[in-house]
């Protein structure tokens, strides 16, 4: 085997200009392939992640009407059973109990229709980075009777901290819920939806403005590891009164995100389909003309008593040795390259940023290191390398050895 690989190196070095440009059609496709795939596994995780961890968690805990009927009156009641329990959860990283509302937001003349959002301060900042988006004012404590907003709210508004905010709207059981709150805050949240329509304010506030005392809407569970999803949804079911109750896990609050990667994912690997057959016909001329160039030395080999099988097997090893190294060459160039973007998402420019902030996205472009697509790029080009070998090899079989001794081919 020793031998054979001599044999293919050296034989891929007659004609060095074609293995070079061989080389570097193949290194350039994996460099592009590497970044492309890269670039949209990372923007998948990046939105999958937004829409869980700042969003609907791992797994929710709610009433059975309130997915379909998001309304006060299909709210859960929170016991401190419950409570201990996702305390002690060492599946869980941390829960965010949640009490969300439509209401109108008032300040004189000016009026907006947002969302209130009843917030433990601590657990939200820690799920979203609350805190360190705060531009004017001050974070919420526990005990504030006052109202986080965001910017472009503040703005349509006309009011900013310090000034105080009307909450109109419907409690529980259609009960009025009114209120005045002063503006600690003003926030600037890359999604577009936060800064014109959240409002947060403190859970006790919430609860007391909403007559919601002891109960929630919601609990979202962010756990340390997604493969416990389904372990964790079946046991909060298990202890939970079903009847009433449900545990919801993420996939089935987000299946307009699923959707929209599946259908994205499909194209993606259409378009890096098609950069690998353009490789491939680049492999098979190499091959084809390899093997054309060096019929007669082949002839001869036969006519020796070398087995034809043997010339197919040498044959698909130069055709590998090509393919590998300029994959390999790829992945050394690439990996620096995906490495430092992912630790450096890359920035939306500003006139495309306001689209990514529309789609609730956050404008930046998040490359995924993950090794298993880095490979499977590898694992492609020698698999097309040895697809771009047949007819090269189908030639091999059927060499007539005389005519081609004899120079009649």
């Not at 791992?58 to 309304?71: F, G, I, N, R, S």
């Not at 962010?222 to 389904?230: G, Y």
């Not at 590998?320 to 620096?336: D, E, K, N, T, V």
């Amino acid at each position: 085997m020793k031998r054979r690989i001599t044999l293919a190196w050296r034989n891929l070095w007659r004609n060095k200009k074609r293995t070079y440009i061989t080389l570097g059609s193949v290194t350039f496709a994996v460099v592009i392939a590497t970044m492309m795939r890269g670039l949209q596994l990372g923007t998948y995780d990046k939105m999958l992640d937004d829409a869980i961890t700042a969003s609907t968690g791992h797994v929710a805990l709610m009433d059975k009407l309130y997915w379909e009927d998001k309304t006060l009156l299909n709210s859960m009641e929170f016991s401190e059973d419950l409570e201990s329990t996702l305390d002690s959860d060492e599946r869980i990283d941390f829960w965010v109990p949640q009490l969300m509302s439509g209401v109108l937001a008032s300040s004189g003349p000016h009026t907006r229709g947002v969302l209130i959002q009843g917030v433990d301060p601590a657990v939200q900042d820690r799920q979203i980075g609350l805190a360190d988006k705060i531009i004017e004012g001050d974070y919420l404590d526990d005990n504030d009777e006052a109202v986080l907003i965001g910017k472009e709210l503040s703005q349509f508004l006309r009011i900013g901290v310090g000034d105080t905010l009307v909450l109109l709207g419907q409690g529980y059981m259609g009960v009025t819920a009114a209120g005045k709150y002063p503006i600690k805050g003003v926030f600037d949240h890359p999604m577009a939806e936060f800064n014109k329509r959240m409002i947060f304010l403190p859970l006790n506030a919430a609860q007391y403005l909403f007559f919601m005392e002891g109960r929630l809407t919601n609990v979202n569970l962010v756990l340390k590891d997604n493969d416990e999803v389904e372990e964790t949804q079946a046991y909060y079911e298990s202890i939970m009164d079903t009847t009433l109750l449900e545990a919801r896990g993420w996939r089935l609050m987000n299946r307009e995100i699923l959707s929209g990667i599946e259908s994205d994912n499909f194209f993606g690997k259409i378009m890096i389909g098609i950069l690998y057959m353009v490789i491939g016909f680049g492999l098979f001329g190499t091959i084809l003309m390899m093997t054309m160039e060096r019929k007669k030395e082949f002839s001869i080999m036969i006519a020796i008593g070398m087995r034809r099988t043997k010339l197919l097997t040498q044959v698909i090893l130069e055709s590998i040795m090509i393919a590998g190294l300029g994959a390999l060459a790829g992945l050394i160039i690439s990996f620096p390259v995906v490495y430092f973007y992912c630790l450096n998402p890359i920035p939306v420019p500003e006139e495309s940023a306001e689209m990514y902030r529309q789609m609730n996205m956050e404008p930046i472009l998040q490359i995924s290191i993950k090794p298993g697509y880095m490979l499977l790029q590898f694992a492609i080009v020698l698999g097309v390398s040895i697809v771009a070998s047949v007819i090269p090899l189908n030639n091999i079989l059927k060499f007539n050895i005389v005519d081609i001794i004899r120079g009649r081919q």
